[in-house]
């Protein structure tokens, strides 16, 4: 049997599905690496909304997911921009999705770290966006959550130069209860964080971002870093106080920084890795052995399908998660809140669908075919 995929060119070829999933098993805790999944929301879809609306989110299926991620060993990272923040979820539905998460976590024993940002200013002063920040950040605490300081666009529009951010930053690393991650988050993701840490030099914002963690290392767990440039998060890295972590955001490149070299490594906190679940974490599992070699060998094949879901305009890759996850079976229903399901093109669906299925990751593989045919169906395409 085969499936007649759309091509870039609107050509149909054939494809021939694989038969049964990869037979992966959870295992012990991970031992060498702290990994985390940025977790996508699923939404409603009987909610009678317009892409201008609040978020209707589907609890049920969202949380369902992260219990998913939790039983292969990963940490969730929550209410980050794989949940749409500022992409269609909104401040008072990121709140109510770190809450119910959190909450989860607790009673399942799940890891979580939660994002903290200034998504409920459009623009404002520095004293309006530290207070902002601060909200967030005594929500995420006292759900019981580690905070990420988030990159905020609204102080990318405010901040005159490198000592407003270092100001802010300073203010709400000597408030916060424990350790955070520092986020920097590139403009290929958010346009609107373009010259973030004060400049457009990426070596200049480099060292505004090093000032502020050696300013207050006590207070840093570690730094995400996701600009797509695996030689400045290496240089980045080993330039890091002691003890405080890389955490990769680098989906183009994170099977050999997580691999990392005789100078160190990077742990992860990644969005690729929501649809990579179970075979992420027996890579990591692999990697515990001290099997570098075997660690790649698992890896290296998925990154042709996260340069895919990630390719310009990148801040849509999140269609291709939320696409993945209703043909795994993780949600009935291929919508998005804000109606982002539209932000990609049936070939892009088409070759995630078959890069997805050639690495074995959908649990059902039958199903995922029949909901790909449902789909070229709507297109017109007679599979």
């Given amino acids: 049997m085969t499936i007649r995929l759309p091509d870039a060119d609107g050509r149909l070829r054939p494809y021939e599905p694989r038969r049964a999933p990869l037979a992966l098993t959870t295992g012990a805790p991970f031992a060498s690496r ?16 317009s892409p201008d609306s609040p978020a209707a989110v589907d609890w049920d299926a969202t949380l369902a997911f992260r219990r998913h991620l939790w039983a292969q060993g990963l940490g969730v990272a929550e209410a980050m921009d794989t949940a749409q923040r500022g992409m269609g979820l909104d401040w008072a539905g990121a709140a109510e999705l770190i809450r119910r998460s959190a909450a989860e976590a607790r009673a399942v024993g799940g890891r979580i770290a939660c994002g903290v940002g200034t ?32 990159a905020s666009r609204a102080l990318a529009a405010t901040a005159n130069g490198p000592e407003d951010y270092l100001e802010i930053y300073g203010r709400l690393l000597r408030q916060a209860a424990d350790p955070v991650i520092l986020h920097w988050l590139g403009p290929m993701f958010d346009p609107a964080l373009e010259g973030y840490w004060g400049s457009s030099d990426l070596d200049a914002a480099t060292e505004v971002f090093l000032e502020v963690i050696a ?5 840093v767990d570690g730094v995400k870093i996701s600009l797509l440039d695996a030689q400045r998060e290496v240089e980045l890295r080993r330039r890091l106080p ?11 490149h994170y099977p050999e920084l997580i691999a990392g070299d005789e100078q160190g490594f990077s742990h992860a906190l990644l969005g690729i890795f929501d649809p990579l679940g179970p075979l992420a974490a027996h890579a990591v599992r692999v990697l515990d052995t001290g099997d570098v070699k075997g660690f790649r060998e698992v890896l290296d094949p998925t990154v042709e399908l996260s340069r895919h879901l990630f390719q310009p305009p990148t801040r849509f890759y999140k269609t291709g998660v939320v696409f993945l996850a209703w043909l795994a079976g993780h ?12 932000a990609r093109s049936l070939p892009h669906f088409a070759r995630a669908y078959e890069l997805a299925d050639g690495l074995g990751l959908f649990p059902d593989p039958e199903r995922a075919e029949t909901r790909m045919r449902t789909l070229l169906s709507l297109y017109g395409v007679n599979a």
């Fill in 331 to 342: 949600q009935e229903h291929f919508t998005m809140v804000g109606g982002l399901q539209s």
């Fill in 242 to 252: 002691q003890g405080v972590r890389c955490y990769t955001g680098d989906d183009f």
């Fill in 34 to 49: 702290t990994v985390f999944s940025a977790a996508h929301v699923v939404a409603d879809p009987f909610a009678d909304v």
């Fill in 215 to 219: 300013a207050h290392p006590d207070k």
């Fill in 119 to 150: 998504d409920q200013l459009a623009t404002g002063s520095l004293t309006e966006i530290r207070a902002a920040y601060e909200e967030q950040l005594a929500v995420v605490e006292g759900a019981g959550a580690q905070a990420i300081l988030m």
